[in-house]
């Protein structure tokens, strides 16, 4: 599979029938400016949670590609009350699109939707795709609950937030990646504000330290897996 990243913790996942794009925050982030809304094709938008670094700009990708918003009860609803295609999920379900498998998996954070509406729980994935599978955290503080995903499966590659303050620091998603049985990470969240710039030197020395393979994605590039 294919990945773009598109800046914080947004990325478009291709799979070989499926492209599957991820907590848009595009238009209010300046370091994503590059980044043209039209130029993204997708069939499901994924939400991890309702918060609006990761859902500002999910409806307007959804009305131009006629996209389904994949989300928890909560958030999911909240889009499908302004006429848009939804599949409500909740913790621990699962949904099949062409060839991906997504299980939901707890994430230790908050979630409401831009106008206060309560958001209910927030939300990591898991895809499995061509007997590989992928754990995208979303928003979370490292948590016990990152060992059951290892005892599912050995993630092959992990996307991971990491700028601190509001999620776990590049410390504790190491120890989220060692959890999940996962050597090859992708880090998320981050740079995007102030309080979440990520201290290159360390997290690579940090990730490297424990033979686990850092990318620290660059803004519109495409990285194979
Ligand atoms: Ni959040
Ligand atoms: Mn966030």
Same mark, same amino acid.
């Given at each position: 599979?294919?990945?773009? +990243?598109?800046?914080?913790?947004?990325?478009?996942?291709? @799979?070989?029938?499926?492209? &599957?794009?991820?907590?848009?925050?595009?238009?209010?982030?300046?370091?994503?400016?590059?980044?043209?809304?039209?130029?993204?094709?997708?069939?499901?938008?994924?939400?991890?949670?309702?918060?609006? =670094? %990761?859902?500002?700009?999910?409806?307007?990708?959804?009305?131009?590609?006629?996209?389904?918003? !994949?989300?928890? +009860?909560?958030?999911?609803?909240? /889009?499908?009350?302004?006429?848009?295609? %939804?599949?409500?999920?909740?913790?621990?379900?699962?949904?099949?699109?062409? #060839? !991906?498998? &997504?299980?939901?998996?707890?994430?230790?954070?908050?979630?409401?939707?831009? =106008?206060?509406? %309560? *958001?209910?729980?927030?939300? *990591?994935?898991? /895809?499995?795709?061509?007997?590989?599978?992928? +754990? +995208?955290?979303? =928003?979370?503080?490292?948590?016990? #609950?990152?060992?059951?995903? *290892?005892?599912?499966?050995?993630?092959?590659?992990? @996307?991971?937030?990491?700028?601190?303050?509001?999620?776990?620091?590049?410390? #504790?998603?190491?120890?989220?990646?060692?959890? !999940?049985?996962?050597?090859? !990470?992708?880090?998320?969240?981050?740079?995007? /504000?102030?309080?979440?710039?990520?201290?290159?030197?360390?997290?690579?020395?940090? @990730?490297?330290?424990?033979?686990?393979?850092?990318?620290?994605?660059?803004?519109?590039?495409?990285?194979?897996?």
């Amino acid at each position: 599979m294919k990945y773009t +990243y598109l800046g914080h913790s947004c990325f478009l996942f291709e @799979f070989e029938l499926t492209k &599957i794009l991820i907590d848009p925050f595009i238009t209010h982030n300046a370091a994503a400016a590059e980044i043209k809304l039209e130029s993204i094709a997708c069939s499901h938008i994924l939400l991890s949670h309702g918060h609006v =670094d %990761h859902v500002a700009d999910a409806e307007a990708i959804a009305r131009k590609n006629n996209a389904v918003i !994949v989300a928890g +009860y909560e958030v999911a609803s909240w /889009f499908g009350s302004k006429g848009l295609q %939804h599949h409500p999920m909740n913790t621990g379900g699962s949904l099949s699109i062409n #060839d !991906v498998r &997504i299980k939901t998996v707890n994430a230790v954070h908050s979630s409401v939707l831009p =106008d206060g509406t %309560h *958001g209910g729980s927030p939300l *990591g994935f898991l /895809f499995t795709h061509a007997g590989k599978t992928l +754990y +995208y955290s979303g =928003d979370t503080a490292l948590t016990m #609950d990152m060992e059951l995903i *290892g005892r599912y499966d050995t993630a092959h590659h992990s @996307f991971l937030c990491m700028g601190d303050q509001f999620t776990m620091g590049y410390e #504790d998603a190491v120890r989220a990646a060692q959890m !999940v049985k996962c050597n090859h !990470v992708t880090a998320m969240h981050f740079d995007t /504000f102030p309080p979440i710039v990520l201290d290159r030197a360390a997290s690579q020395q940090a @990730f490297d330290k424990a033979g686990i393979t850092l990318t620290i994605p660059e803004i519109g590039k495409t990285y194979t897996i």
